[in-house]
């Protein structure tokens, strides 16, 4: 089945950098999101992007769907405390019958 | 403005003992998802309902029913739990449309023992 790669499995930064984490796929998809999971709490939709070659941005963060359509990145601007979290992208691929794949997440780490 | 509610937020079963978890959205939302969440294997979908009256297996169906009560409500019943089954537990939901973002539920944090 379609696979979305993100990694590294955990990124460290310090407060006040920015950060950028790509996600991969050998297969094509129709739409890619970005979600942010706070400890103990649900996945919350970041961004979401329906276009080949899309940038959206979202206060501090900017995220792009590949023109290739098997990629995107999230960039985080001048990172604070309350970014730690885990970040995962999804994205639907096509046919009638798709489902969202999830990637594994990134869990991101900001030192004050 | 509540969105996707879960209950229990917390449960502790023994093995073999039978659980259902509630999930109930309130933005008319006509698709409905269960999800587990497991160290390093990221969010596996359980059971999906993609509108009101059917439901279709997901990745990992085993072990697990679902119930489609109405358009609000999706139920998530283990029959006879097992450890492996211990794991966060999420439920999500959204409007039609193939590529149309799905919204969370808080958990539900379910141990076996």
């Known amino acids: 089945g379609q696979q979305l790669n993100q990694s590294p499995q955990s990124m460290f930064i310090q407060e006040g950098e920015d950060v950028s984490m790509n996600c991969t796929s050998s297969?094509?998809?129709?739409?890619w999101l970005w979600y942010k999971q706070d400890p103990g709490e649900g996945p919350v939709l970041l961004i979401a992007?329906?276009?080949?070659?899309e940038l959206t941005s979202n206060g501090r963060l900017t995220a792009q769907f590949g023109i290739t359509r098997k990629d995107s990145f999230l960039n985080i601007s001048a990172s604070i405390p309350s970014d730690v979290g885990i970040y995962f992208c999804a994205g639907h691929t096509t046919g009638a019958n798709s489902k969202l794949t999830f990637g594994k997440g990134i869990t991101l780490s900001v030192r004050p | 403005n509540a969105g996707v509610t879960q209950t229990p937020k917390f449960q502790v079963l023994k093995t073999g003992q039978s659980m259902t978890l509630q999930c109930a959205q309130d933005m008319n939302h006509n698709s409905m998802y269960w999800y587990r969440q497991d160290p390093g294997m990221g969010l596996r979908l359980i059971y999906y309902s993609a509108s009101e009256g059917t439901t279709d297996k997901g990745e990992v169906p085993n072990g697990y029913n679902v119930s489609r009560l109405n358009k609000r409500e999706f139920s998530l019943r283990l029959e006879s739990a097992a450890p492996s089954q211990t794991s966060v537990y999420f439920c999500a939901s959204k409007v039609g449309g193939a590529n149309q973002p799905q919204h969370f539920g808080d958990g539900t944090r379910l141990s076996i023992l």
């Open positions: 992007l329906y276009k080949a070659g």
């Open positions: 297969s094509i998809f129709n739409t």
